[in-house]
């Protein structure tokens, strides 16, 4: 079993930044894939960015420049930097976390809510 906890969300003004953290613990030898995903009111979850076990990135078109996501393997933590943060950013944040053997398994977090508003 992995538990991921989530931190650092808030309520910011537009083109302000925030950093997110999520904490790993458990079964993490077993975990690749990390991501972050978020669900804004009356929208479906939708992933935001992963990060592979190599370093491998990957981004939502509507994040591109503006996100950046970094894990920090010694400390079992993955984190999201946004940066010119808009009103459409707000929604629910969820750390997500993926472990492919022996079966696949998928792990989230409770969530860290980001408000981005003036």
């Known amino acids: 079993q992995v538990q991921l906890v989530e931190s650092g969300g808030g309520l910011v003004q537009p083109g302000g930044s925030l950093r997110l953290s999520c904490a790993a613990s458990?079964?993490?030898?077993?975990?690749?894939?990390m991501a972050w995903y978020r669900q804004a009111p009356g929208k479906e979850r939708e992933l935001v960015a992963d990060?592979?076990?190599?370093?491998?990135?990957n981004y939502a078109d509507s994040v591109k420049g503006r996100f950046t996501i970094s894990r920090d393997g010694s400390k079992n933590m993955v984190y999201l930097q946004m940066s010119s943060l808009k009103p459409e950013d707000t929604a629910v944040y969820y750390c997500?976390?993926?472990?492919?053997?022996?079966?696949?398994?998928?792990?989230w977090g409770k969530g860290t809510l980001v408000t981005v508003s003036s």
């Open positions: 458990g079964s993490i030898n077993r975990i690749n894939t």
């Open positions: 990060i592979t076990s190599g370093g491998r990135t």
């Open positions: 997500y976390a993926k472990q492919p053997l022996p079966y696949v398994m998928n792990y």
